[in-house]
């Protein structure tokens, strides 16, 4: 198989750092196109195989975490529109998922609150109530969807039969690839940094930026559901960068994840 991975092989992966039985893991392409299963490149930041140990900074008694929080609910996440870069306010349920993150959050603190320039992830910082001095990072920003903001993927499809903005062109927007490179950085300055951070942003982008973070693509965001204001961590087992708790919400009512 040479230097190459594919989805099954970054399902195991995945799998086995969430600790799922590979038997329950079951092949997206598969059920869903029925289309040849694309290839992945097996690298990961500074040429590591997928799968092998990342160390933590050094000199930290416990590893640093990142923990990721989505933005409360808007209407167009609830209708399903592309929500990229148009701001688009939280909806009144929205600002409820908001004010009841600190369930997930569990009162805890953090060394640096990072946060997207959007009004929504503004806005679900300052209902959160956490308690850490916030730097607005415009590389949180959610993916630019180009021609097909504000469009839901059933508009899409209704001239393109298959398509997602995972595994199509964007035309005039970003390309995935580039939205993991704008979260490679992310990385890059958490590590620099040191200290348990929180971000705040939106649902494509954290799920890139998670793919990132255990050596995946970034492609591989879109294995990784996640609904509004859900509190996910990344962090460190032993050596080995791993995603220790995904999708969480402190919020009794319905969430939603719908693009």
């Not at 990721?68 to 529109?81: A, C, D, F, P, Y």
């Not at 569990?106 to 609150?113: E, I, L």
């Not at 958490?190 to 050596?215: C, K, M, P």
Request: charge should be negative; proline fraction near 5%.
């Amino acid at each position: 198989m040479g230097s190459e991975m594919c989805i099954r092989d970054s399902l195991d992966i995945v799998g086995a750092r969430l600790g799922l039985d590979r038997r329950a893991i079951r092949c997206a392409d598969e059920q869903d196109c029925g289309s040849p299963r694309p290839r992945w490149p097996s690298v990961m930041p500074g040429g590591a195989q997928p799968g092998s140990p990342l160390d933590p900074p050094a000199g930290w008694a416990r590893s640093p975490e990142m923990v990721l929080v989505r933005h409360g609910e808007t209407e167009w996440s609830k209708s399903g529109r592309h929500t990229g870069r148009t701001d688009v306010p939280l909806t009144e349920h929205g600002r409820q998922e908001a004010r009841h993150l600190g369930v997930a959050l569990d009162g805890r603190s953090f060394a640096h609150a990072w946060c997207s320039p959007l009004s929504r992830a503004r806005d679900t910082f300052e209902l959160s109530g956490v308690d850490a001095p916030v730097e607005i990072l415009d590389d949180l920003l959610e993916w630019d969807y180009g021609d097909y903001e504000g469009v839901s993927t059933a508009e899409v499809r209704r001239t393109i039969s298959d398509w997602s903005v995972w595994t199509h062109p964007v035309t005039g927007g970003e390309s995935v690839e580039a939205v993991g490179e704008r979260a490679d950085g992310v990385i890059a300055r958490l590590l620099e940094v040191g200290g348990d951070t929180v971000l705040f942003a939106h649902g494509q982008y954290l799920r890139i930026l998670a793919a990132r973070w255990i050596g995946l693509p970034a492609e591989a965001g879109r294995l990784l559901s996640l609904d509004t204001a859900a509190v996910s961590v990344l962090g460190y087992e032993r050596e080995t960068r791993v995603i220790r708790r995904w999708n969480q919400s402190g919020y009794a009512g319905e969430s939603n994840h719908r693009r």
